[in-house]
């Protein structure tokens, strides 16, 4: 009775491990066929324009289309002019940032050099160099 048992035992570990593997190969099937039936949506779309009907059974099939969805390209009639870059204006801010900036950080160092806690100060550096980031930016 035991030697059945224990034969049973091995029967369902084994079952258990085969169920495992199909599953994962079922997914990997699933959805590498996924992957083939959008890529084909999208060839028909760019190519005839429309949207490719799913059979009768298949109640809905929709997939999220990428930042470069195939679209009809359209026509130009003319070359459009090439825009020349115009001069970068300097910000007025940046004179005036630089100089709090310097300012600040001479703060930062007769405090450190007075042996006096330099974090609110250090944070002000910090915050206008931020500033003057944005501004050149």
């Known amino acids: ?10 029967w369902k570990q084994q079952g258990e491990a085969l169920r ?3 599953k994962q190969a079922m997914e990997a099937r699933f959805h590498e066929l996924l992957g ?6 999208r060839d028909y779309q760019a190519d005839f324009g429309t949207a490719l009907k799913p059979q009768a059974d298949v109640t809905e099939f929709r997939f999220k289309s990428g930042a470069g969805a195939a679209r009809k390209p359209a026509v ?12 970068a204006v ?6 005036g940032l630089e100089k709090k900036l310097a300012t600040a950080k001479a703060k930062v160092d007769a405090a450190k050099a007075a042996g006096k806690p330099t974090r609110n ?12 980031r944005l501004a050149r930016a």
């Open 1 to 10: 009775m035991e030697n059945i048992l224990s034969e049973y035992q091995k």
């Open 20 to 22: 495992t593997q199909a």
């Open 36 to 41: 083939e039936a959008v890529r084909l949506a």
């Open 76 to 87: 130009k009639a003319a070359p459009e002019p090439v825009e020349l870059p115009t001069p």
């Open 90 to 95: 300097p910000n007025p801010k940046i004179p």
């Open 121 to 132: 100060l250090e944070d002000k550096v910090y915050e206008i160099e931020d500033e003057l």
